[in-house]
């Protein structure tokens, strides 16, 4: 009953940003590592950024000092902050997080949200 809700998609020019949101629901015990990745047509899935539970992050080094990713652990959402935006950001993306249900408690499953395009182009 877990699922991964993206929204904040969207087109955007060259240089401009986009913020977007990721929120966990359901039968939620915990929320561990939460992350996004992102798929260009034709291209495999990458890891953009990643944020555990406790805060640490880590990011692809494409999107350093770009792009930020955060957590409300309250509302067990995740956000991406993606300034300065380029046209080969544009891809579709996807929240992930390991989160533990109320059914299994202390075992953590892997679940991915359907993604959200970005699109960035003038």
């Known amino acids: 009953q877990v699922q991964l809700v993206e929204s904040g998609g969207g087109l955007v020019q060259p240089g401009g940003s986009l913020r977007l949101s990721c929120a966990a629901s359901?039968?939620?015990?915990?929320?561990?590592?939460m992350a996004w990745y992102r798929q260009a047509p034709g291209q495999q899935r990458e890891l953009v950024a990643s944020?555990?539970?406790?805060?640490?992050?880590n990011y692809v080094d494409s999107v350093k000092g770009r792009f930020t990713i955060s957590r409300d652990n309250a509302k067990n959402t995740v956000y991406l902050q993606m300034n300065s935006l380029k046209p080969e950001d544009t891809a579709v993306y996807y929240c992930?997080?390991?989160?533990?249900?109320?059914?299994?408690?202390?075992?953590?499953?892997?679940?991915w949200g359907k993604g959200t395009l970005v699109t960035v182009s003038s």
């Open positions: 944020i555990t539970s406790v805060g640490r992050t």
């Open positions: 359901g039968s939620i015990f915990s929320v561990n590592t």
């Open positions: 992930n997080a390991y989160i533990a249900d109320k059914g299994t408690m202390y075992r953590a499953v892997e679940y």
